[in-house]
Nanobody
Framework: QVQLVESGGGLVQPGGSLRLSCAAS????????MGWYRQAPGKQRELVAT???????NYADSVKGRFTISRDNAKNTVYLQMGSLNREDTAVYYCRAYISNRIYWGKGTLVTVSS
């Protein structure tokens, strides 16, 4: 069984920064891609950023230039550095991992951007 545990969410003022982490644990033989998705109140879950095990990244247009995804393969951990946050970034952020041909989700961490 694989578990994904996110951390780092919280309350931040507009223009501020926050870093999310997601650690994968359990029966892990190979992790392909890892990524972050988010779901704002009343909206569908959407892709934020993904990163392959080779380091190739993909970002939603809305976060390009503000967010950076990275991973530590030795720790089975993916990070999301978020900057220039605005109220539209308020959402529950979910970690997703593609491991051994299966998709796993974390339980999410809430990010609230408010003054």
């Amino acid at each position: 069984q694989v578990q994904l545990v996110e951390s780092g969410g919280g309350l931040v003022q507009p223009g501020g920064s926050l870093r999310l982490s997601c650690a994968a644990s359990g029966s892990i033989f190979s992790i392909n891609s890892m990524g972050w998705y988010r779901q704002a109140p009343g909206k569908q879950r959407e892709l934020v950023a993904t990163i392959t095990n080779g380091g190739n990244t993909n970002y939603a247009d809305s976060v390009k230039g503000r967010f950076t995804i990275s991973r530590d393969n030795a720790k089975n951990t993916v990070y999301l550095q978020m900057g220039s946050l605005n109220r539209e970034d308020t959402a529950v952020y979910y970690c997703r991992a593609y491991i051994s041909n299966r998709i796993y989700w974390g339980k999410g961490t809430l990010v609230t951007v408010s003054s």
